[in-house]
């Protein structure tokens, strides 16, 4: 059964990452962080690729695993590093946007239990434009 699950993981993982034409977003190097205590959250982190000609936005993420998902951008002011929420990802026409550490990143709050997979709904607006499925890794 394990080995079932890690086979499904990686060709979801790796259909999410393939980068097809026919879809308008497409998303790479995907890893979900593992909590650092039990109950605590965890971070996501991602590239995602606008293969269309207009800017696509994702307004919420949210994850069955999570009781709450929140963007989040860590900035440098007066020299303190601090983390704020964002109200969306912008994804230029063409571009890219990166989460990552140091910057635009998921944190991921409110654990509904322990998890070795998280799936992560991309949406915009109402419209869920993406789902992505992930193993939790070590930092």
Known sequence: MKRLI???TTISALAACSPDPGQPLVASD????APRMAGGMSAGYFTLRNHTDATI???RVTSPQFGRVEI???RTE??????RPVD????PPGGEVRLEPGGKHLMLMQPEGPANVVTLELWSGNTL??????RVGAD
């Open 6 to 8: 890690l086979l499904l």
């Open 30 to 33: 995907i890893r979900v962080t």
């Open 57 to 59: 936005e994702i307004t």
């Open 72 to 74: 989040h951008e860590t």
């Open 78 to 83: 007066d020299g303190v590093s601090r983390m």
């Open 88 to 91: 969306a990802l912008t994804v």
């Open 129 to 134: 434009q993406m789902t992505l499925d992930t």
